[in-house]
């Protein structure tokens, strides 16, 4: 259930103001749909966070224990420092209307995650709870449902509501502890 709990959490803090979250306000906007882009963002979101999830967990296969804790307690502390890193919609990201909204919306996220903060984080996190891979992408795929759907549903009015920075800020003090937890517990395989 930890597993479950620091993903969610963390996913969900680190969405705020992502190229993600700015996509679902574009999608929102664009296509005034929001059924169809909801459903797409879950189906993306689990497609990719499932792959990234069992990245992590081979990953913490083929590395030893001690080798992987420094290197996750290590990326968590560097996630944070990206966290603070605010992040733009690049206006190429643009998909044809031709596979609809929620084809649209599956492809646009999809690849608007791959490399992503959220999507490294699942790495991180899968490799730190080993064994937890399906609580592990449940989570982080609650969390980005948690970010996008009130994007998606309150539009541009929540964008500007909600405080960025702190957000920003909450989440990296999320990474840094789980960093430094990380760094401080042995692994086991």
Not at 36 to 60: D, E, S
Not at 91 to 113: I, P
Not at 167 to 178: E, N, R, Y
């Amino acid at each position: 259930m930890q597993a479950f709990l620091i993903s969610t959490g963390v996913v969900a803090l680190a969405e705020i103001g992502d190229k993600t979250q700015l996509l679902a306000l574009l999608l929102a906007s664009r296509f005034k749909k929001p059924v169809p882009i909801i459903v797409g963002i879950f189906v993306a979101t689990l497609i990719n966070h499932f792959a990234a999830a069992a990245v992590g967990q081979w990953l913490m296969s083929k590395i030893g224990p001690d080798i992987m804790r420094w290197g996750l307690g290590l990326s968590f502390i560097t996630m944070a420092a990206w966290m603070m890193i605010p992040d733009k919609l690049d206006d190429d990201d643009r998909l044809s209307e031709r596979f609809g909204v929620f084809g649209t919306t599956v492809l646009a996220f999809f690849l608007a995650e791959m490399g992503d903060k959220t999507q490294i984080a699942t790495v991180a996190l899968s490799a730190r709870f080993p064994e937890q891979l399906y609580m592990v992408v449940a989570g982080t795929t609650l969390g980005m449902m948690a970010a996008n759907v009130p994007a998606v549903l309150l539009g541009e009015v929540a964008a500007k509501k909600v405080p960025q920075k702190l957000m920003h800020a909450i989440a990296a003090l999320l990474f840094v502890g789980l960093g430094i937890i990380t760094l401080m517990t042995p692994l086991s395989l």
